[in-house]
């Protein structure tokens, strides 16, 4: 097996002189791929005008530097590349893959986009119509829904604040999106910039040739800004949704967790992995496999607001979704009575190998490098993060969680033809 300094490339940090901070790993091989995070995501759009960010960055790509949309979208075809993104709660992603020859090329085009947009007025009642027509299909996914409902109630809009907040989908509401103007969103557009934003980078250039290319195409971006949108948690809530012609019941289960900065990140990363990382884990045992109450049932940390979050889910019947709350609720509440020694190694072999398998594909990678310096403020280099795991012990994570109880202050939503 070759050393872990050659398998894994040391990467390096810049902060470009407007204030985007770029993240580059050489990898040798014929192509790249980048990944641009702005920290401005449904979460910050204006209250009143929520969809905001979703619509925009549909409308970013009908125009840009004097061509129309299908002119850019040939533009992007003709070097062949993989282009993806979107909008989440709280980031708006813009990802290209390609043959390196064409990284240049790649870096200008989005600069385009960003800094030269026709935002042609014509489009806009179109691209609003599709957020609404996304927004419809939220009544055919009762998993949607239960998602959407349990944001509101666990995370909702804080009293004056003029952001949105996370209890809506990027596709809107109906109201807000009967509030956007052409007006409106080249004023939203003006917190898309430099302030909070990350490139990740992977391509065989030397670094100072890569700091090069992207400070060319990406220098003269405007300066942003980086909204915080708070996430509140409120603790102890139970909600029922009702949906009497559902077929099954869908259960929501969020608590606090662990915050990326804190030293007991990893451990905790080690018990949610024990408790919903696979076949073995303790919530697929229990609920599927041992009682057979639920084909799907998951556990997930999730970030909301620089903080962590656990997220668990489990889709019953309706005769037997109260059993299935029941033992979700039993197997975290024995969390706190820790892992045992083939729980522990199971789970952190699982770490190990999604950190290895994680940085095979170049797309993934650069994905990794902007999550890991938006989220932890650095590139956690992998053979760190491989000797950080290897150093992790079953008594200092059983030790993390002794007082970890995440039953306490549990919110639970439900949505179903019954209460559960």
Do not use: C
Not at 160 to 176: D, I, N, Q, R, V
Not at 226 to 245: M, N, S
Not at 252 to 263: C, F, H, N, R, Y
Not at 391 to 415: H, K, Q, R
């Amino acid at each position: 097996m070759p050393a872990l300094s050659q398998a894994f490339p040391a990467s390096e940090l810049w902060t470009l002189p407007g204030g985007l901070r770029l993240a580059f790993e050489r990898r040798s091989g014929p192509g790249f791929a980048f990944d641009l995070r702005l920290p401005v995501g449904s979460a910050h759009d204006p209250v009143g005008q929520e969809g905001s960010s979703g619509v925009l960055e549909e409308w970013l790509f009908k125009g840009a530097a004097g061509r129309d949309a299908r002119a850019l979208q040939d533009a992007f075809d003709d070097l062949g590349v993989r282009r993806g993104g979107g909008v989440g709660p709280e980031a708006t992603r813009l990802g290209v893959s390609g043959l390196l020859d064409d990284l240049g090329a790649s870096l200008r085009l989005v600069a385009d986009v960003l800094l030269r947009p026709d935002l042609p007025e014509n489009e806009l009642p179109v691209l609003t119509d599709l957020a609404r027509q996304d927004l419809d299909s939220f009544q055919d996914s009762p998993t949607d829904l239960l998602a959407l409902e349990a944001r509101r109630v666990t995370f909702p809009h804080p009293a004056g604040s003029p952001l949105a907040g996370f209890a809506h989908p990027p596709s809107g509401t109906p109201e807000g999106l009967e509030a956007l103007t052409a007006d409106t969103l080249r004023a939203h557009l003006e917190a898309y910039g430099q302030a909070g934003a990350v490139l990740g980078l992977v391509a065989d250039l030397e670094p100072e040739a890569a700091l090069g290319l992207v400070a060319e195409a990406l220098g003269s971006l405007r300066p942003g800004r980086q909204p915080g949108a708070e996430a509140i948690f409120q603790a102890g809530q139970r909600v029922h949704v009702p949906d009497p012609d559902a077929e099954q019941t869908h259960l929501s289960l969020t608590a606090p967790g662990i915050s990326p900065g804190d030293p007991r990140w990893l451990a905790w990363q080690v018990a949610l992995t024990a408790l919903s990382g696979g076949s073995a884990s303790r919530l697929f045992h229990a609920v599927r496999e041992e009682r057979g109450l639920a084909y799907a049932v998951s556990a997930s940390p999730v970030l909301l607001g620089g903080q962590g979050f656990l997220t668990a889910y489990a889709g019953s019947t309706p005769a037997r979704a109260p059993e299935t709350l029941e033992v979700m609720l039993a197997e975290l509440a024995r969390l706190p009575q820790g892992l045992s020694a083939d729980e522990f190694r199971r789970a952190r072999s699982g770490l190990r190998a999604s950190v290895v398998f994680g940085a095979e594909s170049m797309r993934a990678r650069a994905g990794a490098l902007t999550r890991d310096v938006a989220v932890f403020g650095q590139v956690r280099p992998l053979a760190g993060l491989r000797e950080s795991l290897d150093a992790l012990t079953l008594e200092g994570v059983n030790d993390f969680l002794t007082d970890y109880d995440p039953v306490s202050s549990m919110t639970i939503v439900t949505l179903g033809p019954s209460n559960v």
